[in-house]
C-alpha cells in the first residue's frame, strides 16, 4: 500500500480534542494550515503520553513556558479520522528551534518505523512542527482534556460512570 505523508510546517492549528460525551469520547489529534487540515485518531493514554513527553522535551530544551492561553475551541467540523495512530515520536529540531511530533499508522511489531520521506512503502504519518510556545499551549490543553473525563472512583481510581459501577475494593458494591 502507497504511503500517505501529512506534513504541517508551523500549521495554522495543532490540537488535541474529542468528539463525545465523557466516558463515551473519541479521541483525536488535529493539524490544520490554510485549508489543508488532517485528524487522526489515538487513544486517551496516548494524549496523556504525549503532553507528559513534550513537556519533559521542552524542560530539556530549557523551553520557557510561557502564560498564553491553551486554544479552548472544539475540533474543526468535520471529523474525519485518516488513520488510527500507531507509534509516536518526537524530536526537537535545534535550526529552527521547533518541536518535531510525529504520528504513524500501527505496524506488525508496534514499534516506531523511521523512514526517509520518499520512502512509497511504509505506515502513514502525520508529522507536525511547532515553535515551543504552541507545545506548552498543546501540553496544556491535552492535560485539561485527558482529566476533563469521568470523576475517579476514591477507592480503586476507575471512571465512575453517573449510574455508579461496582468497585473491587468495595467487594463487588455499587458506588
Known amino acids: 500500500m502507497t504511503r500517505r505523508l501529512f506534513i504541517f510546517d508551523e500549521p495554522d492549528r495543532f490540537v488535541a480534542g474529542t468528539v463525545g460525551e465523557p466516558g463515551d469520547r473519541a479521541f483525536f489529534l488535529q493539524a490544520r494550515k490554510g485549508s489543508a487540515m488532517v485528524s487522526v485518531g489515538l487513544e486517551k493514554v496516548q494524549v496523556a ?33 485518516l488513520f488510527r495512530v500507531g507509534a509516536m515520536a518526537l524530536a526537537w529540531d535545534p535550526e529552527r528551534e521547533a518541536i518535531v511530533i510525529e504520528a ?59 449510574s455508579g459501577h461496582f468497585c473491587p475494593r468495595g467487594n463487588g458494591m455499587l458506588n
Request: glycine fraction near 6%.
Open 49 to 81: 503520553v504525549l503532553a507528559a513527553r513534550l513537556e519533559d522535551l521542552l524542560d530539556a530544551v530549557d523551553a520557557p513556558a510561557t502564560d498564553s492561553d491553551a486554544d479552548q475551541y472544539p475540533l474543526e467540523e468535520p471529523v474525519v479520522e
Open 104 to 162: 504513524q499508522t500501527p505496524t506488525e511489531d508496534g514499534d516506531y518505523v523511521e523512514l526517509p520521506d520518499d520512502a512509497e512503502d511504509g505506515p502513514d504519518l502525520l508529522r507536525v512542527r511547532i515553535p515551543p510556545t504552541e507545545a506548552w499551549g498543546f501540553v496544556r490543553r491535552a492535560e485539561a482534556l485527558v482529566s476533563a473525563g469521568r470523576p475517579a472512583c476514591p477507592f480503586c481510581g476507575q471512571p465512575l460512570e453517573p
